[in-house]
């Protein structure tokens, strides 16, 4: 299995959404995880944004990379999916692995009513899902 780990500042929406869709193609090709550098709680419109595409992920918890370097986990690709403005805050994973870094706008800074906010959700979430299906065909045909 190709092992896969997604990172972000507060792994509450854009690690969150990626992980889902890299299990959801991947099934049994990838191992896959999400982490980030200060975890906080899951982003709701996430949760409904990815309920909407048959995805449930309400009772995950969100990781801290922190725990994952202290467990010891390694990584064959570590894939930050940061935004550009947060860059020099987004975590790093030491080890032997392929970085990529995949820059989405973060759910968390959207403001709006609560149909402009899951509009900019949907639009991060169907970019992510694209650019995930995008990895696994590529990773998965050098396998």
Known sequence: MISVLFLCVH???RSQIAEAY???VGKDLFLVESAGLEPGTLNPYVVEALREDGIDISGKKTQSVFD???HKRSYQYVITVCSRD???RCPVFPGR???????FPDPASFVGTELDIMAKVRIVRDAIRDQ????????????
Request: hydrophobic content about 35%; overall charge positive; glycine content about 6%.
């Open 11 to 13: 792994n509450s929406g």
């Open 22 to 24: 890299l299990r959801r």
């Open 68 to 70: 994952l370097h202290k």
């Open 86 to 88: 947060a860059a020099e």
């Open 97 to 103: 692995h392929k970085n990529l870094h995949w820059s």
């Open 132 to 143: 995930v299906r995008q990895f696994a065909k590529e990773v998965g045909s050098f396998q």
